[in-house]
Structures are given as C-alpha cells and as structure tokens.
C-alpha cells in the first residue's frame, strides 16, 4: 500500500531556501515531488518540468534562484511562480507545475499524495 500522505515538521522547511524532496511511487518509480516555503506558506509540487520531463533541481533541493523570487529548472532555465507553479519565463511559458495539495497546522506539513492528479 502507498502513503497517502507525507507529514515533515514545518521547522525543517525555512523561507526561501533548500525544498524538502520525497518520493512519489504512485507516479513512477524515479518519481519525486518537493514542498518549498514561500512567503510563510508551504507549496508542493511534482518534481518535473512543464517544457521537459526532467527534475527542476540543480543539486538536491536547490529550487530557486539566486534572488529567491522564483523557483528554477536546472536545465533549461524556466521560472516558476513559487506559490502557484505558473511558467513565467522560459520554453514553457503559461504552463505549470503539477501542484500538490498541502496543510500546515501544529508545526506538522501534510503533503497529500492522494490528492495528486493520476494522468501525469
């Protein structure tokens, strides 16, 4: 049986800086997905470009830029809007990044994988 959710403790998950990555098995087996704190909130997504199907990260858990405004594919430099996944710059601008659902109470984050779209 899957997880159907992921809890990860909300002081591991600082403002604007390295995302937490973990393993999406439902999506395939080198699936990943990543949460990032932007602007006080949590925002997970599906680890994989809008333009290519590749992981955004250029080392492990390094998604923004260096100006923190945006998160990065590695690859080919698309810009990502942190807080909704919508390409602003790049080849797949106006797409965006499979978003996954995410709650923050009691200093706990809940990703909740059971809620991720299955036609990815």
Not at 56 to 80: M, P, R
């Amino acid at each position: 049986m899957q997880k159907q959710t992921i809890i990860l403790n909300s002081d591991d998950l600082a403002e604007k800086s390295r995302g937490l990555r973990f393993d999406l098995p439902q999506l395939g087996e080198m699936a990943t997905g990543f949460v990032v704190r932007y602007h006080g909130k949590a925002h997970a997504y599906v680890n994989k470009c809008a333009h290519v199907p590749i992981e955004l990260d250029w080392n492990q858990g390094e998604f923004f830029t260096v100006s923190k405004d945006y998160l990065i594919c590695a690859t080919h430099g698309a810009h990502y809007a942190p807080d909704t996944g919508y390409c602003v710059m790049g080849p797949c601008k106006g797409k965006r990044l499979q978003a996954i659902p995410v709650t923050e109470q009691n200093n706990e984050i809940t990703i909740h994988l059971d809620q991720i779209k299955k036609y990815l």
